[in-house]
């Protein structure tokens, strides 16, 4: 029993307090407890939460949505002793004592038990691995944990059990071994360590042929699967029961270094110097003796040019001798040039290859080779040094499982996934001291000629800022000029100052101009005034069609422009055709932007940008929104590259990918006075925002659009933008915002005489109040929205009124009113082509349907409804509809479709972070627990809020 609150994560994550269990409220929440309770009293940043939630592809208002999920834990947490989430540096900590988390009692009780007397170990193991309470992190938020943290956690788990399989073989309890490991086995038939113990197990129990047939059907196992056959510790075993010798579970000797092993370490830089504290660090890592290496991973981290491979490699040369079975070295090419980052896929190839296994038994999938990089290294002792890795996800798939090799990594990236799932000991190498500089252009320059010009010396060390790489350029720059003074050098780099002042503040160190000067130098003029014109670009990722835009250049020139920025590593390609700054580069871009190119032409190109987004994003819509009211958009200018699309799946996969850049593109144009620039796109953007849920970036970008209008006067833009503002609100659930905001749109639209705007309004006005569940209301506003749209002959408008009435006559019970008038809205939605009405008008019938008992029909509506979306992207429709179908399978006598259904549906909603994924999860637990008969109706648990939209 836990004194005081208990946390767990070993199973479902939540709180516990006096026997009552305090749930965060959603999954999000969820993994951020998870994270902060993985390093209690450890910050965890700010960036590694966003990660958790989102992955690589975070939305523009995840620093809001981790703020609002911080704050929604603060008040979970209230009030419990001596616990306290609080701010702290760039992220957040999680004060609690470790022992209140369930994965660090166990990892104390498992840790104790290996020093402990076997009867006092069984019991601490026993009582550790009872603090699994089920799979870890099924009930979170995102694939981060899932992916990085779950599996070692669960081999953590294994390693307890088989610790606790070795005790209680010790203690003679050879039944319940074999009766635990064999479960065990079956769900892990490849672990060698678990089959060696459950044969002798299985021997030690009187069952010598088990035991034999056990081996021989995984050695068969590991042929065919992976071509090898099983290690030496499996083998070994095998011998002995087949000499009838006692089995033993010690670990074996280990095998003299094979004939031929791998050695493929580069050269040893010939001019390192200093470094002695980080070499020391590393050396802390290792035994003291010559013994068998338990460190499996350092993680060397430290921005470009610091010295990173010079250091891995130097004492990686220096340790060579404790790995008397290889050295392998690869580079992961994650920071190149070309851009080109090497797959886990060719990795692991390269890596079997020099452990010479034949390349037609190489398996085909990454997590095949990746299984039979382990098995083959398994009983080694190897070195394995990954060169300028990109992230975790590139260096998990080459991780070997075995405690006797040991992986030095180094990288950019801080990958602190590695450290938190993988144990992975950390190292940040910074700038070398001002003395480690001096040595370091010593060596590589000359002592004498250095010491004849300390002066010079000195500044040359001071404007490369102390970087080891802009230190080896500068020196060997004097080494092929001999006859140049160092003086002539120092002033060279005092010259190429070109920009980044915010970067200085009167610091020398940090002035990185002249390194970045002179790869801008070596640029053709082409290229370099492409380099400087991207500096406009607002980010977060640039395109080809975006750069040609810029440069006012057609596609086919801009493409080599880019691959000679990529080249020289001003630019990075890091997907086929999207490119990406690094800050301070981006920095550099800007200022020279302003200083070299007149305001005139840096306007013209800022134009030609914006209407690339603009138009190319409207050209998207209208395959997506074929029916929308259009709205005059500002002609583009000559030299915009405007893309066309094959249909609504390429549409909207052009949204997603570029949902960031067009965010940035609203905001940029406003602050720069295109005023008509930012709201024509804000009001392009805003239906597939809607769609995919982006609600909180819907608002963001409404804001500043609703701002852009009234700078330009447009009383009709005003009226549209704000009901559009009016209905992010409603769907975030901010309801007297939204009324606000939807009376302002009427009166503009009243004082204009614009009865289709009138109508807009009042459908959108229907649709606030069915969420409030004021139904009466409701059906009132929808039906003036269907008389104004009736007035001025707007047939999309009228079909989507009638499916809104449909569905409040449903609400209020009325089934036959409510039938009939949305076969109205789908026959004439059918006729006019609108797909995307369709499928909601098909929900609604579904829903009536389900309302009479009639399920077979309500399935039938709820699929067609599903199958119209298509290529439409509106999650948030399919995953009401996707829910309902569910309902009506339950009631139906289906529980496996509803579940099937459900959990498709939950996915989606909690991806959108929508408060109905918890009320689904709930559901899923609750209502497939219990038996419910066929063609019985249960009625509709579906709220309001959980209404597929009626309005535009």
């Keep these: 029993m836990v004194d005081g609150p208990d946390f767990r994560i070993l199973g479902p994550v939540g709180v516990w307090h006096h026997e009552c269990q305090l749930r965060p409220t959603n999954a999000q929440q969820r993994t951020l407890l998870a994270m902060f309770l993985l ?40 009030g419990l002793p001596e616990v306290g989430l609080v701010t702290a540096g760039q992220g957040y900590r999680l004060d609690v004592d470790p022992q209140l988390v369930d994965l660090h009692r166990f990892r104390t009780l498992a840790e104790r038990a290996r020093d402990s007397p076997p009867a006092e170990a069984g019991e601490l193991l026993g009582a550790a691995l009872a603090l699994w309470r089920g799979p870890v992190f099924v009930d979170v938020a995102g694939d981060w944990l899932p992916a990085t943290v779950a599996p070692a956690l669960e081999e953590e788990r294994l390693r307890a059990c088989e610790h606790q399989a070795e005790v209680e073989l010790g203690l003679g309890r050879h039944v319940d071994v074999v009766a635990r490991l064999s479960t065990l086995a079956a ?3 490849l672990r060698e360590s678990l089959l060696a113990l459950l044969m002798t197990a299985l021997h030690l129990s009187g069952r010598r042929c088990d035991a034999l047939t056990l081996f021989r059907d995984t050695r068969q196992r590991f042929v065919d699967e992976l071509g090898i056959e099983p290690g030496q510790q499996l083998q070994r075993l095998h011998r002995r029961l087949l000499d009838q010798e006692p089995p033993t579970t010690a670990p074996l000797d280990r095998l003299p270094a094979a004939e031929g092993c791998p050695r493929q370490l ?36 430290g921005g470009a040019g610091v010295g990173k491979t010079a250091l891995t490699v130097h004492w990686a040369h220096r340790v060579a001798h404790l790995f008397p079975d290889g050295q392998l070295f690869l580079d992961l090419r994650g920071f190149h040039p070309t851009g080109s980052v090497m797959s886990p896929a060719e990795a692991l190839s390269r890596l079997l290859s020099a452990l010479r296994v034949p390349a037609p038994r190489l398996p085909a999938d990454v997590a095949g080779q990746a299984d039979l990089f382990r098995t083959i290294v398994a009983d080694k002792r190897l070195l394995l040094v990954l060169d300028n890795a990109r992230d975790a996800d590139q260096v998990r798939p080459l991780l070997p499982g075995a405690t006797g090799c040991l992986v030095l990594v180094n990288s950019r990236q801080q990958m602190p996934g590695l450290v938190a799932a993988h144990g992975a000991h950390p190292l940040t ?58 003086a002539a050098l120092a002033a060279e780099l005092c ?111 800022l134009r030609r940008f914006l209407d690339h987004c603009l138009h190319t994003a409207r050209r998207a819509d209208l395959l997506l929104e074929p029916n929308r009211d259009p709205v005059p958009l500002t002609a ?18 052009w949204f997603a990918e570029e949902r960031g850049v067009l965010l940035a593109a609203v905001e940029h144009a406003a602050a720069e006075r295109f005023s008509g620039h930012a709201w024509q796109l804000a009001w392009v953007i805003k239906p597939v925002l809607s769609r995919q849920g982006h609600w909180h970036d819907q608002l963001v970008v409404l804001r500043v659009a609703v701002a852009a209008a009234d700078d330009c006067g447009d009383r009709a833009a005003q009226a549209e933008l704000r009901r559009y503002l009016a209905s992010t609100y409603d769907r975030l659930g901010r309801y007297p915002d939204a009324h606000r905001q939807y009376q302002q749109a009427l009166d503009l639209h009243l004082e204009s005489g614009n009865r289709t705007g009138q109508a807009h309004v009042q459908l959108d006005v229907a649709r606030l109040l069915d969420r409030q569940q004021r139904n009466h209301h409701a059906l009132r506003h929808a039906q003036l929205a269907l008389d104004l749209y009736r007035q001025v002959g707007h047939r999309i408008g009228q079909a989507r009124s009638l499916s809104g009435l449909g569905w409040e006559h449903a609400q209020l019970g009325e089934l036959d009113q409510a039938l009939a008038r949305c076969q109205e809205a789908l026959a004439l939605l059918q006729e006019i082509g609108d797909r995307h009405g369709e499928a909601e008008s098909w929900d609604s019938v579904g829903y009536i349907h389900h309302q009479r008992g009639d399920h077979r029909r309500a399935i039938e509506c709820y699929r067609r409804c599903i199958d119209l979306l298509g290529d439409f992207g509106d999650r948030f429709v399919r995953a009401l509809s996707t829910t309902h179908l569910g309902e009506s399978l339950l009631a139906s006598g289906d529980p496996d479709g509803a579940d099937e259904a459900w959990r498709s549906a939950l996915r989606i909603l909690d991806d959108l972070d929508h408060p109905g994924a918890d009320r689904l999860s709930d559901r899923i637990g609750r209502l497939l627990a219990r038996p419910v008969p066929a063609h019985r109706a249960t009625g509709s648990s579906r709220t309001p809020t959980e209404r597929a939209p009626v309005g535009r």
């Design 495 to 605: 010259g190429c100052r070109g920009g980044l002042d915010a970067f200085a503040n009167g610091d020398a160190s940090t002035d990185v101009r002249s390194v970045f000067s002179w790869s801008y130098g070596a640029l053709g003029e082409e290229a370099a005034r492409l380099f400087r014109l991207l500096g406009l670009h607002p980010g977060p990722e640039i395109s080809v069609s975006a750069a040609a835009s810029l440069a006012d250049r057609p596609v086919g020139r801009t493409r080599p422009l880019l691959g000679e920025l990529t080249r020289i590593r001003l630019l990075n390609e890091h997907a086929p055709g999207r490119y990406a700054f690094h800050d301070l580069l981006r920095a550099y871009a800007t200022e020279l932007v302003h200083t070299v190119d007149p305001a005139e032409v840096r306007r013209a190109a």
């Design 266 to 301: 580069p050269a040893d830089v010939a001019y390192f110097t200093g470094r002695e504290r980080q070499l020391a660090m590393l050396d802390a890592l290792l035994p003291q003796d010559s013994g068998v290496v338990t460190t499996g991973l350092i993680l060397v981290s």
């Design 39 to 78: 390093t209690p009293g450890t910050v965890v940043s700010f960036d590694h939460l966003v990660t958790g939630l989102w992955g690589e592809s975070p939305p523009a208002s995840a620093r809001n949505a981790v703020q609002g999920h911080v704050s929604r834990l603060r008040k979970l947490l209230t």
């Design 187 to 189: 769900r892990y038939p």
């Design 636 to 653: 583009p200018a000559p030299g915009a590259d405007l893309l066309e699309f094959d249909g609504p799946a390429r549409a909207a996969a």
């Design 429 to 486: 190498l910074d700038r070398p001291s001002p003395q480690e500089a001096w040595e370091l252009l010593s060596a590589r320059i000359g002592e004498r000629r250095l010491a004849a010009e300390p002066a010079a010396g000195e500044e040359i060390i001071t404007r490369c800022g102390r970087l080891p790489l802009a230190l080896a350029v500068v020196a060997a720059r004097a080494v092929t000029n001999p006859d140049f003074p160092l």
